[in-house]
């Protein structure tokens, strides 16, 4: 006679496997849901570049002032924006010689300083209440072709400007415009960076493939390389921890300026201007070409997020008033300036956990979910119980 518990359970053999596979569905949905929540990105156009397609370069927050300037090449000028709440409002677009490039901030004495196309360094007033404020007040021939990017030394009050391709470095003293000396690399350059550190500038050459240092007390140049294929163009420099962080022209380098040690990452390929700001301890790399701005920081540095603007901006820079990055965005009918909070930030393997956790979980279930219905029609008792029970006897509900 066939045990009636036997046939029982042989009954819902038909129902079992569906609720498995239904369970096996719900944890692959759980899985799925793993990862971070996209960014949301604000964008505030420029009125007067409407219909256009945007070109810019550099760009500079004056946190004090809530201001964010932005090197406009369409427009020919440096876009003001006010940024004193999360909502950036645009103000006005300041007048230069030529096609804007580099920008630094000299704080201390209200001037902004811009790099243009002819060779010029042209001199904003920014002081509160001047009469001349918001005007160019001067222009500095550099003795160059092309004023490029440029970097401002507040404790040894120097701008240092470079020349791109003619791979020079002028130093001009920011309060008179003289130019006090021009320091030659020998290569291209982009982004030249004050140490406050050591006292010494560095500034990156992608023909060379390396990072230069000079001193500009005697004017002596050491060549410093990379190795690989860097051929980097942005870096900026964190003076507390003396680490300068690269952009190569597929991955990121954090270079330890005073053991000469280096790390790389390959998260943001193809970046362009690297700026610091030393308040939320990140740097911001800015790729054109991938649309990302890639966030980077602590001690030692480590990668903490991309975030995909869509904009391909070259430069990016971190309001610290409201936590929020801004960026140029250079799409037709959206010309102006892309923003976004940055994202939560975790560790390395707290990111790594997070990406890879849910999906094992989910693998995990359905490993086991396999193992308990082979076992169970792989039971002796179980299999006889189901070779005795009279199918005519089975009800259909």
């Known amino acids: 006679m066939t045990p009636i518990r036997s046939i029982r359970r042989a009954r819902g053999r038909f129902a079992r496997p569906y609720a498995i596979a239904f369970l096996g569905a719900i944890t692959l949905a759980i899985s799925a849901c793993g990862g971070s929540n996209p960014v949301a990105i604000s964008h505030t156009p420029i009125p007067t570049a409407a219909g256009a397609t945007g070109s810019f370069d550099a760009v500079e927050i004056d946190q004090a002032a809530h201001r964010l300037y932005v090197a406009d090449r369409t427009n020919r000028g440096v876009d003001v924006f006010y940024i004193s709440t999360?909502?950036?409002r645009y103000v006005m677009t300041i007048p230069v010689p030529s096609s804007p490039n580099g920008l630094a901030l000299a704080?201390?004495?209200?001037r902004l300083f811009v790099g243009t196309a002819i060779g010029t360094v042209a001199i904003i007033d920014e002081k509160s209440?001047?009469?001349t404020h918001d005007h160019v007040i001067g222009e500095v021939p550099t003795g160059a072709k092309k004023a490029d990017l440029l970097d401002y030394g507040a404790n040894r009050q120097r701008l240092y400007v470079g020349s791109s391709t003619e791979g020079k470095i002028t130093s001009i003293d920011p309060a008179t415009g003289a130019v006090k000396a021009t320091f030659t690399i020998g290569y291209a350059v982009e982004q030249p960076r004050y140490d406050p550190v050591d006292g010494m500038v560095y500034v990156t050459s992608p023909d060379a493939n390396a990072l230069f240092k000079v001193d500009p007390n005697d004017g002596s140049v050491t060549k410093i390389p990379l190795g690989g294929s860097c051929q980097p163009?942005?870096?900026?420099?964190?003076?507390?921890?003396?680490?300068?962080v690269i952009a190569c022209s597929s991955f990121?380098?954090?270079w330890d300026l005073t053991n000469a040690t280096a790390q790389t990452f390959t998260q943001v390929p193809g970046g362009d201007?690297?700026?610091?700001?030393?308040?939320?301890?990140?740097f911001l790399v800015a790729s054109p070409n991938s649309a990302l701005v890639g966030l980077f920081g602590g001690n030692p540095v480590d990668y903490i997020a991309s975030v995909p603007t869509g904009s391909h901006g070259n430069s990016a820079a971190y309001d610290e008033t409201n936590g929020i990055v801004y960026t140029p965005d250079s799409r037709p009918n959206t010309v102006g300036i892309a923003s976004f909070r940055p994202p939560t930030t975790t560790s390395s393997w707290e990111t790594s956990l997070l990406t890879i956790g849910p999906f094992a979980l989910g693998l995990a279930v359905l490993v086991l979910l396999v193992f308990v219905t082979v076992g169970r029609n792989a039971d002796?008792?179980?299999?006889?119980?189901?070779?005795?029970e009279q199918p005519g006897k089975r009800r259909l509900n």
């Open 380 to 388: 002796p008792v179980r299999r006889q119980a189901l070779a005795l």
């Open 273 to 282: 201007i690297v700026n610091y700001d030393a308040n939320a301890d990140r």
């Open 86 to 88: 999360a909502q950036p």
């Open 129 to 131: 209440g001047s009469l």
């Open 252 to 254: 990121i380098v954090s």
């Open 233 to 244: 163009t942005g870096m900026a420099i964190n003076p507390k921890t003396n680490t300068a």
């Open 107 to 110: 704080s201390d004495i209200g």
